[in-house]
């Protein structure tokens, strides 16, 4: 098996005050806003890459940089292979909340310089 990494699914971008990032990224940028979580997250569309600004939460996550979210089909195999390849993850594979019928799973885990990396997957609830 192949990691098969698809596409970057998702970037955060550590922001201080959420509300004058929103203005900037919403209309001055010119980003398309999906929604906001107030006072934590704000997420915009950039040509089908999901844009997050957030507040950090940690002190981990509160830098001038970016968590790149590379997608994969199945975060649990993704996982599995980083990990058979002594990738040392901060945060295993977890439920992050649900979009309409699809539930976002994420991994957390460093590059050699430190940096915040993810895997995301987005596996459709079935409904039936």
């Known amino acids: 098996m192949t990691l098969n990494i698809q596409s970057i699914g998702q970037i955060n971008i550590p922001v201080k005050d959420l509300d004058k ?8 940028l010119g980003l398309q806003f999906v929604f906001q979580v107030p006072n934590m997250m704000s997420f915009f569309d950039c040509a089908g ?3 997050m600004l957030a507040v950090p939460t ?7 940089s970016s968590v790149i979210y ?15 390849k002594e990738v040392t993850f901060t945060q295993n594979p977890h439920s992050v909340g649900q979009m309409g019928n699809v539930d976002v799973w994420m991994a957390f885990f460093n590059d ?15 409904e039936s």
Do not use: C, K, W
């Open 21 to 28: 990032a929103t203005d900037f990224y919403q209309n001055t």
């Open 70 to 84: 590379y997608r994969v089909p199945d975060v649990h195999a993704a996982f599995d292979e980083l990990t058979s």
């Open 58 to 64: 940690s002190p981990e996550f509160d830098h001038p």
């Open 112 to 126: 050699t310089d430190g940096n915040h990396l993810a895997i995301m997957s987005e596996v459709i609830i079935d």
């Open 49 to 51: 890459v999901r844009i």
